[in-house]
């Protein structure tokens, strides 16, 4: 909670999910709120599917400042608003959403989060090739950046692989870089990987400590970081197994870090107290 007591001047924001007990971005956000003094609140709401509609126009007759967006709803929910920021409408998901005086805005801060993690690590896609393993709405974001940043190469791979296939005709013409669709199970393949600078999991497997898929993970230059866009106290298997075969790793916290900021200045427009933002998420993941 920030430090002001509630009351009729307390603005609220929240994230949409289902499920939603696991997330950590409320106590980030509002440890941003009371680092900057702002009269803000960050709360969980837990919306069911069915409920996607209402839980929308609720933004509106509860005059929310915002909210976030996570599974299952990033790429329904566009339907639903009255705005996309040209990321948002690009990748197809919303994880943000800004109330204007009533129009609702949509953007998707997860591609400049993912990049902006990247840059940490002294990484940089441009020209590189990137295997991508899931076709959903945190693929799509990652995709749309990735093209952006000039990607040489790009290669999907899902367990439905006609969804893959959908995503890569939609963005080939996006950009120069080669998009490519495969079956789930190539990832045992090591000419998939022989070239790859990055791989990173766009999938919920591993979240509750299930094994990842058989993966090459020996075939990749040495210098090929395993990228998890999970966060949880302990490796999931993916980066377990990338470890072992003494490869860098890299989990989903600093993507939800920068994520997280960029959608704090979109909602009070001032700038994200980043420290504190981290310092509240390390805690908060130590204490799962």
Same mark, same amino acid.
């Given at each position: ?14 994230? !949409? ?15 941003? !709120?009371? &680092? ?19 839980? &929308?126009?609720?933004? *509106?007759?509860?005059? /929310?400042? =915002?909210?976030? &967006? ?18 948002? %409408?690009?990748?197809?998901? &919303?994880?943000?959403?800004? %109330? ?10 997860? =591609?400049?989060? !993912? $990049? ?19 076709? =959903?709405?945190?693929? #799509?974001?990652? $995709? ?5 940043? =000039?990607?040489? *190469? ?12 959908? /995503?890569?005709?939609?963005? #080939? ?14 990832? +045992? ?23 990842? /898929? ?7 230059? #040495? ?8 966060? *949880? ?13 003494? #490869?860098?790793?890299?989990?989903? +916290? ?9 959608? !704090?200045?979109?909602?009070? *427009?001032?700038?994200?107290? $980043? ?11 130590? %204490?799962?």
């Amino acid at each position: 909670m920030s430090t002001h007591a509630i009351s009729g001047q307390t603005r609220v924001v929240g994230i !949409f999910g289902d499920p939603i007990t696991h997330t950590r971005s409320p106590a980030m956000q509002n440890a941003a !709120f009371r &680092v900057r003094h702002l009269p803000y609140v960050y709360v969980p709401f837990l919306v069911r599917p069915a409920d996607l509609s209402k839980a &929308v126009h609720s933004i *509106r007759a509860l005059n /929310l400042v =915002g909210v976030n &967006v996570t599974v299952p709803h990033k790429e329904r929910i566009v339907r639903y608003l009255d705005a996309l920021s040209a990321e948002a %409408n690009l990748c197809g998901a &919303v994880n943000t959403v800004v %109330n204007c005086d009533g129009t609702l805005f949509g953007d998707n801060t997860d =591609g400049r989060g !993912f $990049l902006l993690s990247l840059q940490e690590r002294c990484l940089s896609p441009r020209r590189r090739e990137v295997v991508v393993i899931g076709a =959903g709405g945190a693929a #799509r974001a990652l $995709l749309a950046s990735l093209i952006r940043a =000039g990607s040489a *190469r790009v290669t999907i791979l899902n367990r439905t692989q006609a969804k893959a296939q959908v /995503l890569a005709r939609t963005y #080939r013409s996006l950009g120069k870089t080669r998009i490519e669709a495969l079956p789930l199970d190539t990832l +045992r393949d090591p000419a998939l990987l022989q070239n790859a600078a990055l791989v990173v999991n766009c999938t919920p497997v591993g979240l509750h400590g299930e094994q990842f /898929l058989p993966l090459a993970y020996a075939a990749t230059p #040495r210098g090929c970081l395993f990228y998890d866009l999970l966060y *949880r106290p302990e490796l999931t298997s993916f980066l377990r197994h990338a470890r072992a075969a003494q #490869r860098p790793i890299l989990d989903g +916290r600093r993507m939800l870090l920068h994520q997280g900021a960029l959608a !704090f200045s979109l909602w009070t *427009r001032t700038p994200a107290p $980043l420290d504190a933002m981290a310092q509240a998420l390390k805690r908060t993941l130590r %204490n799962q």
